[in-house]
């Protein structure tokens, strides 16, 4: 299958694509509820390589990754974020996407995305229900690789 992004996510760094997928996962169903976007920030100050960023720095990426999202769509930010994040930080994205969506309840367009985003880190159904099941219990940012 060949990939292609548009020019503002032809290449993320780690950080960057993660904090892209949180960003594109408010906005997946077009409506950034707040407590998704309440749930983001505490997410964000949760990760630990997220939380060794300088505010300004996380907040510089936020705004590129909320821009990218208007300007493509959160399911073209999900997929470039997924292409560039690396094996080791899938589990803590893929938990930490669905701790964001679960924040007000999953709907239908919101578990389609992060189907499709276990399906391109190439999770198992197993995988994805054991990291849903890890939201649930906020308790992602313990299985973050060092």
Do not use: C
């Amino acid at each position: 299958m060949a990939t292609h992004h548009e020019p503002a996510l032809r290449q993320l760094s780690a950080d960057e694509a993660l904090i892209a997928l949180l960003v594109a996962a408010i906005e997946t169903n077009h409506h950034a509820s707040p407590e998704e976007a309440a749930r983001a920030e505490g997410v964000l100050h949760e990760i630990p390589r997220l939380r060794r960023l300088s505010r300004i720095r996380r907040g510089e990426i936020i705004e590129r990754m909320k821009t990218a999202v208007g300007d493509y769509g959160a399911a073209a930010v999900m997929a470039a974020a997924s292409h560039w994040l690396p094996p080791a930080l899938r589990s803590v994205a893929m938990t930490a996407i669905a701790d964001v969506m679960l924040a007000h309840g999953l709907d239908r367009i919101e578990s389609a995305a992060l189907l499709d985003v276990a399906a391109r880190f190439g999770f198992t159904p197993e995988d994805t229900a054991a990291a849903i099941d890890q939201a649930r219990r906020r308790s992602f940012h313990a299985s973050e690789p060092a």
